[in-house]
T-cell receptor, first 109, second 114 residues
Framework: GIQVEQSPPDLILQEGANSTLRCNFS?????LQWFHQNPWGQLINLFY???GTKQNGRLSATTVATERYSLLYISSSQTTDSGVYFC???????????FGKGTKLTVNP | KAGVTQTPRYLIKTRGQQVTLSCSPI?????VSWYQQTPGQGLQFLFE???????NKGNFPGRFSGRQFSNSRSEMNVSTLELGDSALYLC?????????????FGNGTRLTVT
């Protein structure tokens, strides 16, 4: 099946810093989503982005499907950005969505 | 619009018992997917239901089952519980399915098996 690798596994930032999270995948996909899981376990959908670039406030994401990677940018980070960021990819049809192991982000005040 | 609602939030069961978890999707969403999250295995797909039919299934034993009702609400059942079934169980809904539309998760049910 498709493999998903996220990097870095852990990231510690000071409030106000910027960061880039990466998601590599092993095969072509037609579905890619980014999620944030807060310290209380709630998973929030950030982006549905099988290709191209999207922005939502301080967050933006870019997927380059032909090169099999996606990037999540967080600018001017806040303590509430702490948590684990997951990317999930899928090829459609009978194949399920596959989640990466996540990047654990800690933003210190 | 109300989000995805899962009940109960916490559950403690004894090995060998069975458990039923409930999920109410966002209004208008016809697809409900279930995931198991553990520290060791991460997020693993259990199954997906669409219009009362199981459309996709992960690699879990037959002790794990689910169903979807005509109002799109879904339940999953785990029979003969094992210690390894302790996990956070997450339900997610989407308009047409996780392949075609964004997934929206509920807050999860944390199951502890003793």
């Amino acid at each position: 099946g498709i493999q998903v690798e996220q990097s870095p596994p852990d990231l510690i930032l000071q409030e106000g810093a910027n960061s880039t999270l990466r998601c590599n995948f092993s095969d072509s996909v037609n579905n890619l989503q980014w999620f944030h899981q807060n310290p209380w376990g709630q998973l929030i959908n950030l982006f549905y982005i099988p290709s191209g670039t999207k922005q939502n406030g301080r967050l933006s994401a870019t997927t380059v499907a032909t090169e099999r990677y996606s990037l999540l940018y967080i600018s001017s980070s806040q303590t509430t950005d702490s948590g684990v960021y997951f990317c999930a990819v899928g090829r459609g049809g009978s194949e399920k969505l596959v989640f990466g192991k996540g990047t654990k982000l800690t933003v210190n005040p | 619009k109300a989000g995805v609602t899962q009940t109960p939030r916490y559950l403690i069961k004894t090995r060998g018992q069975q458990v039923t978890l409930s999920c109410s999707p966002i209004s208008g969403h016809r697809s409900v997917s279930w995931y198991q999250q553990t520290p060791g295995q991460g997020l693993q797909f259990l199954f997906e239901y669409f219009s009362e039919t199981q459309r996709n299934k992960g690699n879990f034993p037959g002790r794990f089952s689910g169903r979807q009702f005509s109002n799109s609400r879904s339940e999953m059942n785990v029979s003969t519980l094992e210690l390894g079934d302790s996990a956070l169980y997450l339900c997610a809904s989407s308009i047409d399915g996780p392949d075609n539309s964004p997934l929206h998760f509920g807050n999860g049910t944390r199951l502890t098996v003793t």
